[in-house]
């Protein structure tokens, strides 16, 4: 049975970043522009590095599994009652419903995914498909509504060549599925942009705290709030409802499926807000709360469904 300290050794990274984001904000080092240059640099350069680099060496038959199908349940159920939310109780534009519904359902797979389910079981092989299925569905949706709000329908038909993103996840698939073998030194310049992404990104959040207007109002705190129920509690709950009694997964499997459902928002869904402009404080609080209330929920999973 896991202990306490191994999750925690997992998300020790996110807040000290976090913080040191913080400190940067409130002491104006970087400049009042720093938070929006460091997310277009993290949305236009690092990020795609590193989910090009990603997907290239990822195998797309693993995209096709019992365990994912469970886990795209999970998602399903957690990010269509964060739309349904969003239109019914907060009246959210078209754009803002796009952020709120990936809030509730889109995991932090890889730079808590990976530490986490490490301790929790000695594997993170699942990592690949989780990303695999986040970045060529969930992504593209979303992004395709935020980009024909920001630049009009017609513009919808050269989406994957103008966003980077989708461009770097489109190019990343095809080299997978072809086998092609990348030169050593396109690696290493992926390697070292990609791995740029996660702690920018971490930063520019921490300022954005530093900005926090000055009164949240009680709308916006109550979305907040279910917005991290869907995330930390609504989504296991689903993804184990659909791997266990439906689909009769093996323990191990239902764990895994369970453990990354459970994950807390990823910091893309606020990178994303930030540059389309679009539920940026819903994205932040998000991420930052359901960071939070997660190491409580994974812990408890861990031990009700890990091994005795």
């Not at 993290?42 to 199908?69: E, Y």
């Not at 997978?176 to 996660?198: F, I, Q």
């Not at 459970?262 to 930030?274: D, G, H, I, M």
Request: hydrophobic share 55%; net charge positive; aromatic share 6%.
């Amino acid at each position: 049975m896991p202990s306490l300290h191994p999750l925690l050794s997992g998300f020790a990274p996110i807040w000290a970043l976090t913080g040191v984001g913080y400190v940067v904000g409130r002491t104006g080092l970087l400049g009042p522009h720093a938070e929006a240059v460091l997310n277009r640099f993290v949305f236009h350069v690092a990020m795609p590095a590193a989910l090009f680099l990603m997907i290239s060496r990822t195998p797309l038959d693993r995209f096709a599994n019992p365990s994912i199908a469970a886990f795209a349940a999970g998602t399903a159920i957690a990010t269509g009652l964060g739309l349904l939310a969003g239109r019914v109780f907060f009246d959210r534009k078209r754009g803002e419903l796009a952020i709120g519904a990936m809030a509730s359902g889109y995991v932090n797979s890889a730079n808590l995914g990976i530490p986490v389910t490490m301790q929790v079981l000695g594997d993170a092989s699942f990592v690949a498909p989780v990303v695999l299925f986040q970045m060529l569905l969930v992504t593209p949706a979303v992004l395709a509504v935020l980009d024909s709000g920001a630049a009009g329908r017609r513009a919808l038909l050269t989406l994957p060549v103008r966003n980077p993103i989708l461009l770097a996840t489109a190019l990343g698939a095809v080299v997978s599925a072809t086998g092609v073998h990348l030169p050593t030194e396109l690696n290493r310049s992926c390697e070292l942009l990609g791995g740029a992404g996660v702690p920018t990104a971490l930063i520019a959040l921490g300022i954005s705290l530093h900005n926090r207007p000055p009164a949240d109002g009680r709308s916006r705190r109550a979305e907040v709030g279910l917005t991290v129920a869907l995330k930390t509690l609504v989504q296991p709950l689903a993804a184990f409802a659909v791997a266990g009694p439906l689909l009769h997964l093996p323990a191990h499997q239902l764990l895994t499926v369970v453990l990354f459902s459970a994950l807390p928002t990823a910091q893309n869904v606020y990178t994303y807000a930030r540059e389309y402009a679009q539920g940026t404080l819903l994205a932040r609080d998000a991420v930052l709360w359901s960071t939070l209330v997660s190491m409580a929920t994974l812990s408890v999973i861990s031990w009700t469904l890990g091994p005795a």
